[in-house]
């Protein structure tokens, strides 16, 4: 599996935040190709209108033949979720009960089923900077037959104090997520910041927590919740003690391994990798052909 870092593009849109384009290739020699175009519009939220929007194309390998295209919203958000199910599998509490979804957009709703699949969620609690989207998904999520609630929009601090696990799906250039607010044995989800000018965490949340990452090099070099603090001293790089291939390889055991495992606060960083995406793609185009 070759897996290069994402290329990142800005473009500037007049009236809005800047816009970026993510070119995200991955191949697995004589097998498969694939490479995925996203685009990133933020001043899109304020007109009800997808902030991400991108396509997924899968080739061969050995001739370069066009074998499928993908919606990438569609394929990411169920990679994504998936990711952060894994890595909640490894560093939640076994007996976490309640989820605060922080970002109530197309990602939000694919990451509340991803962590009720691993962890007996019985109550999940939205916010959102903009109150009628957090209405809107806990109108679904109560449908669905979730203990589901909105969060007022100056209830954040009292709901992260209580969830175990928060999870942030979010477009934010400030954190939203402080560390003084987390409760022992909290488990932090965060997905966005998929850019060094992206915040969803402050630095305490790192330094309180012990971090993990879906990829180093990637996550290193691309997130602002891990650039910012390690420029400003508040961690290192080697307190990031594990990514995914550790994880899986049983390289760290992930929380089981920590010291205090049911006080430890957990800090996992995904920034997306194109194996991934390379993986969903695969998985997709091979079922349609059976």
């Not at 995925?36 to 194309?57: D, I, S």
């Not at 976490?96 to 019985?122: D, F, Q, T």
């Not at 965490?201 to 790192?206: F, G, H, I, N, Q």
């Amino acid at each position: 599996m070759n897996s290069p870092i994402r290329h990142h593009h800005h473009l500037a849109v007049s009236g809005d935040p800047d816009a970026t384009l993510l070119l995200m290739p991955a191949w697995i020699e004589d097998r498969y190709l694939g490479v995925k175009q996203v685009n990133v519009f933020p001043g899109n939220t304020a007109r009800g209108e997808p902030g991400l929007t991108g396509h997924y194309l899968l080739s061969c390998a050995r001739t370069g033949r066009h074998l499928a295209q993908f919606e990438a919203n569609e394929l990411t958000s169920r990679r994504t979720a998936a990711a952060s199910a894994l890595a909640s599998r490894y560093l939640s509490r076994d007996d976490a009960e309640e989820l605060l979804m922080v970002g109530a957009g197309r990602m939000a709703r694919r990451l509340v089923p991803a962590h009720a699949a691993v962890r007996s969620i019985k109550r999940v609690r939205v916010w959102d900077l903009y109150p009628e989207s957090a209405a809107a998904l806990v109108a679904e999520l109560t449908e669905q037959g979730y203990s589901a609630e909105q969060v007022a929009a100056d209830g954040l601090r009292e709901a992260a104090g209580t969830a175990d696990i928060i999870s942030c799906a979010t477009l934010s250039q400030t954190p939203l997520i402080h560390g003084e607010w987390l409760s022992p044995g909290t488990h932090v989800d965060l997905v966005g910041s998929f850019t060094p000018a992206m915040r969803e965490a402050d630095d305490t949340v790192m330094r309180r927590g012990q971090v993990f990452v879906d990829t180093r090099a990637g996550a290193l070099a691309e997130s602002g919740d891990l650039i910012d603090p390690i420029a400003s001293g508040a961690i290192g790089e080697t307190d990031v003690l594990a990514d995914f291939f550790d994880l899986c390889a049983k390289r760290h055991h992930g929380r089981s391994e920590l010291d205090d495992p049911d006080a430890a606060i957990t800090a996992f960083k995904a920034v997306g990798a194109s194996c991934e995406d390379l993986a969903a793609a695969i998985t997709a185009y091979e079922r349609s052909v059976d």
